[in-house]
């Protein structure tokens, strides 16, 4: 069973699929936080509308008593007899009426024996929170609940009227009118919510479906053409046109890498011919070496450092075109005879261009010998043939520098020359593939190629300072 399950089981690529085609989360938060949210504005309108209706219930019940209280009043003596007061207070809904003049309080209708002692609520003062928790406490208060109620008089004189009403009939009202409050506020809250789901729906959601599937297409095929931006002009128009936009930068970067990869292909073909050619040539440019002609002796030479520019420029080419240069295999030896060795492989030599180290005692650095020696070998060879292209220098001996030290947990070493310096249109691009200095012996490919193999130790290679009096390069390498 388990192996038909493994049998079954989707490549990652597929799941991947299958899980963008499932339905949309965002869009079920989304459609989630706008019902919430209307909810919760309606809640907020629902708290002051049953304030309202409890007020507006309790001041219907005080016009009704103001209005018997005057009926009574106009009997004589003010005298009520018993079933009429019942008729009067049932009419009112209420249990008791006072009014107060003058501080007197004068009883018109009897109230009857409560068992609770009624709250009271005066509607003279303002009480903004109080009239937000009263429909609350009176649709959670006690059955037997009562209410005192107080109130400025509207159809008689006095300084206030009291009743006394049951709450159980206004905690039945209340309930029905919160009970339709929350129909109305949930059939509100799925229109509204839905009308604005649509709405953003339309505007943001199909939008990012678009972006999704577009990045989806461009992943599974770049060079596909897409589908077109739309013309809007908010934000999420300018992620579609900056998406297609990257979308050709990157479709262009994949065609010139096509491009460089084939013409890579046919330079190391190329190359490949040209140092079996230049090989057979060294060899018989070396038995010429052995002719007593003296023309051939003086043209010797010249043959030699051409053959030797060309097999440079055939390996920096081929060193260049590789797609990565390996891993640094680092191993912690002594950098002066390191040095030496570059030294005598850049040329330097006490009858031309000399080497001067100022390297301490038993100085070690932590890198990888073969790439560090090709790092030194291209500085060191670029000072000697700046110094001895140099037109203008007489009677100065050319010298090449090279010092380290330990600074801040990394190794530095610093290689300064006496040469000519560097032309200011030349040191921001120094390190460009195919830019060189003052030599035209230079393939422009060297300090590239140094460069990059500092980077991949985790250091750094830097032009310091270059001009008239020199050129200094400084190597930082971790220590």
Known sequence: ?????????????????????????????????????????????????????????????????????????????????DDVAEQLLAIGGVQAVVVGDQGVRRLLLQAPNL???????DLRRSRPVARILDPWRTLFGH????????????????????ILAPAQPLKTELRAFLLNSLLMSLLISLVAGGLLYGGLAFLVLQPLR?????????????EAEGDPPSDRHDEIGRVERELA??????????????????????????????????????????????????IVAQALPRLERALGR????????????RSEEPEPQRRRFALAPAVAVAAEDSGLAEEGVKLAKSIPARFTVHADPDQLHRILVNLMRNARQAIE?????????????VSAAHEGGQTVVRIADNGPGIPPRLSDQLFEPFVSGRSSDGTGLGLTISRELAVSHGGELALIDTGPEGTTFELRLPD
């Open 1 to 81: 069973m388990s192996d038909v399950r493994r049998g079954l089981r989707l490549p990652a690529d597929w799941r991947e699929r299958l899980r963008f085609n499932a339905p949309d989360q965002l869009a079920w938060r989304l459609l989630l936080l706008t019902f919430v949210f209307t909810a919760v504005v309606e809640v907020l309108i629902v708290a002051p509308s049953a304030a309202s209706f409890h007020e507006r219930w309790l001041l219907d019940r005080l016009q009704s008593a103001e209005l018997a209280s005057v009926g009574v009043e106009a009997l004589p003596y003010s005298a009520v007899e």
């Open 115 to 121: 068992p609770r002692t009624p709250d009271l609520i």
């Open 143 to 162: 059955p037997d609940r009562s209410i005192r109620v107080q109130a400025r008089p509207r159809y008689r004189s006095g300084d206030f009227i009291e």
């Open 210 to 222: 678009r972006v999704t599937r577009a990045i989806e297409h461009f992943a599974l095929d770049p």
């Open 245 to 294: 936009r990257m979308q050709d930068e990157v479709r262009q970067s994949l065609r010139s890498r096509a491009r460089l990869v084939a013409l890579g292909e046919a330079v190391a073909k190329i190359n490949h011919d040209l140092r079996n050619m230049l090989t057979s040539a060294q060899i018989a440019s070396e038995r010429l070496a052995d002719s007593p002609d003296p």
């Open 310 to 321: 060309a097999a440079a420029l055939s390996r920096n080419v081929l060193e260049y075109g």
């Open 389 to 401: 292209g140099d037109a203008t220098r007489v009677g100065r001996k050319g010298l090449v520098k």
